[in-house]
């Protein structure tokens, strides 16, 4: 593609913490071996006995696992709040600037209609997301 993707004048996000991200279908979120870490030291457990109970293997990746509905082990199903907001994975802080929501002005739509922080809010520039979209591919 010749020259800035279609985004290049940036877009607006600002989170709700409504949840919607992190619930509906089954997904992964993907976490690496820092990541575990950081979150088994805010939920004050060691990385053992974190892994077993909030980490599942999905060929040599991890993911962390999900409540049977699809939501996140993490989202408080009363608040619909991350209970561990402050730890949480790179894939949960660079939302929504992944490739996939990224790809075209379609799957910003779709991703618009779905989160209610996508589209509205702060505008963050062409270099913002790209910062946010090379941190971790999704």
Request: hydrophobic letters at 35%; a negative charge; charged letters at 30%.
């Amino acid at each position: 593609m010749a020259g800035k993707p279609w985004y290049k004048d940036g877009l607006r996000f600002e989170c709700t913490q409504c949840g919607a991200c992190c619930s509906g279908e089954p997904g992964y979120v993907w976490v690496n071996d820092d990541e575990i870490a950081a979150l088994a030291e805010h939920m004050q457990m060691t990385i053992d006995d974190f892994e077993h109970k909030f980490v599942r293997n999905v060929g040599a990746a991890k993911s962390l696992v999900e409540y049977s509905d699809g939501d996140c082990i993490f989202l408080d199903p009363d608040t619909r709040g991350c209970s561990v907001y402050e730890a949480r994975p790179i894939q949960c802080r660079t939302w929504p600037f992944w490739d996939s929501t990224l790809e075209d002005k379609a799957a910003w739509k779709e991703t618009c209609d779905v989160c209610p922080g996508s589209g509205v809010g702060k505008l963050y520039n062409f270099k913002q997301i790209e910062a946010r979209r090379k941190e971790k591919s999704v």
